[in-house]
């Protein structure tokens, strides 16, 4: 039986360890982080299912967290749709096979992310954190195949 790291786990790692850290089920030692920021490709870099999938789910909830921003759910809810950040960030950094340059732009924002979600989770009054999830992906489309999310959606109100 395999066992995944707990969500908590990984954010934590993701924000504390340096880049050249071992995560469980992620090996970002075998990988080359890039520390100048990479231009966008000409053309996104192709996605497999697996980070399509939780790349759109995660955009997704960005969306329905909107509803929370307008007074339109509660909390106990946003803090649910946040979990579902959390899993779907953990199902990427489980399953990452990308080529380090990749690897380190997608990194580059699902650490952001993370370090926001947590933030949320401890003050779901501070929607600045809302804010900060969706700028920390909002150059996702620019760089990966994203049907359906068009660069700068995210920053869309």
């Known amino acids: 039986m395999t066992t995944r790291p707990s969500l908590a786990w990984l954010a934590f790692a993701a924000l504390a360890l340096p880049a050249g850290s071992a995560l469980a089920q992620h090996d970002h030692a075998a990988h080359a982080h890039v520390a100048a920021p990479v231009p966008p490709p000409a053309r996104p870099w192709a996605a497999d299912a697996t980070l399509r999938a939780d790349m759109g789910q995660i955009h997704l909830v960005l969306e329905q967290l909107r509803h929370y921003e307008m007074g339109h759910m ?11 950040i959390e899993e779907s960030a953990a199902d990427i950094f489980a399953k990452c096979k990308l080529d380090p340059q990749q690897d380190a732009v997608l990194h580059g924002m699902l650490v952001p992310l993370l370090a926001a979600v947590q933030k949320f ?10 804010e900060a999830m969706r700028e920390a992906v909002a150059d996702y489309p620019r760089y990966f ?13």
Not at 74 to 84: C, E, G, I, Q, Y
Not at 124 to 129: E, V, Y
């Open 74 to 84: 509660d909390a106990t809810l946003a803090l649910d749709r946040v979990a579902v």
């Open 121 to 130: 989770k401890a003050d779901p009054a501070d929607m600045r954190q809302l």
């Open 145 to 157: 195949e994203a049907p359906g999310w068009a660069a700068g959606a995210a920053h869309a109100h």
